[in-house]
């Protein structure tokens, strides 16, 4: 995906610090194309200081005078909005329409995320100028999103489908030691079970479910080499001291 | 899920506007614990203007002295975290990180999210308490991510988990008529081809694609009953005002 077949439309923005922070969470996502129409105060000062090191995508976001300047040679036009629409439009939520925009850039077209005002959003003009509408489906308690938090949540989804190929499927997958083998699992619980016997926690006449429940344990969380050499250094030490006695 | 059994934790906080921010993004998405450990400042005037609504998660948010109580009786302990620790530790991203909390809390267990320090995270000593690491996969041009939003992604994660059974699969999940039946959209295009013919667009001894590539147009929107009648009202008119030349 081209990064720059994606562009953020922030429609009559009132609060330059919002800016800022769509500047920031657009940055920190790989992301870039900013276009503002008829935002109420920018250039600003409390923009530039939300954007943090982000203020680069404010320098050259650009500044237009209508919706359908900014969207004009877009492909596909997404529009953000809360539910229940006079007339009901297509609408999926962020991950679904993240799929759909993130297709549509490989396809090296041009597109558009449209986001509203702060208090109320777009008009029904401006989302009938979308191909598609994307709801957040936040809490009927509290459903107003803060702009750049809205943003932040649609540019976080297509980064997601950016990345997809290299985050790690299990939460081990980035490990610094191979994996115990299973020979070497089994020499362990004898050597467990050996020194559990000598210090008298395990009654061989009677062992009932002790080694299952320690295999069981072991086995859920599977032991690298070095732990298992730490666990086998502290059996080993464990019936030294033992012997002593 | 009981939402009351996932906890937001965040370590000492710098600004009272962030915490704010987390408290407004966590109502947002339906939840409502939250703890704080050895905050700056706290409370705060920013941190209720920057909640907005969510004025009331701050009133009855915890502040602790350590992690350690903030997490006690807590049976899944998830950690925030940038790449690269001494000793790589299970790590996953918040999609993977959010399923594994889900589980979690449907078992009613009581699951922490831990937050660390605006400007350096949580340190390595606070992330050895955790079971899990969760990382945001940021453009490496711009990985710091605002600590309100980090909590948002996590919130939105855990959101779409809870009500992933309601969201629309379909664009047109929600609409205000029934689809056109394949009946009815032959009328349309028999309609459709008599007038063309009529107008002089169709020249029925050679027609080319044309129709084909209209009922691929039309084909592809599905168009609804209101729709189809307004399209046929379109093409009687047509075929009125051509007769009376």
Redesign the interface.
């Known amino acids: 995906m081209n990064k720059q077949n994606i562009r953020i439309v922030l429609v009559n923005t009132s609060h330059p610090g919002n800016i800022g922070?769509v500047a920031?969470?657009m940055?920190?996502?790989?992301f870039d194309q900013l276009v503002l129409v008829e935002p109420r105060q920018f250039p600003a000062e409390e923009a530039m200081w939300r954007a943090?090191?982000?203020s680069d995508i404010l320098e050259q976001a650009t500044v237009v005078p209508s919706l359908e300047e900014a969207i004009a040679d877009c492909q596909l036009v997404v529009g953000t909005s809360a539910r229940g629409r006079r007339?009901?439009w297509?609408?999926?939520?962020?991950?679904?329409c993240a799929e759909q925009m993130h297709v549509a850039a490989q396809r090296d077209e041009t597109v558009a995320v449209v986001f509203g005002r702060e208090d109320r959003g777009l008009t029904n003009e401006e989302l009938q100028l979308c191909n598609?509408h994307l709801h957040?489906?936040?809490?009927e308690?509290?459903?107003?999103?803060?702009l750049?938090?809205a943003v932040?949540?649609v540019v976080?989804e297509l980064?997601?489908l950016a990345?997809a190929d290299?985050?790690?499927?299990q939460?081990?997958a980035?490990?610094?030691a191979p994996f115990a083998t299973a020979e070497n699992m089994e020499r362990y619980y004898e050597h467990l079970e050996q020194t559990l016997a000598q210090i008298g926690f395990l009654d061989p006449a009677a062992p009932r479910q002790l080694m299952s429940r320690l295999r069981r344990l072991y086995g859920r969380v599977r032991l690298d080499e070095m732990e298992l050499n730490i666990l086998r250094g502290i059996l080993t030490e464990t019936q030294k001291s033992q012997a002593k006695k």
């Open positions: 922070g920031r969470a940055k920190n996502m790989g943090a090191s982000a007339i009901p297509p609408v999926l939520d962020p991950r679904r598609l957040v489906p936040t809490h308690d509290y459903t107003s999103l803060n750049a938090m932040q949540i976080y980064r997601m990345v290299t985050l790690p499927a939460a081990d980035e490990w610094d």
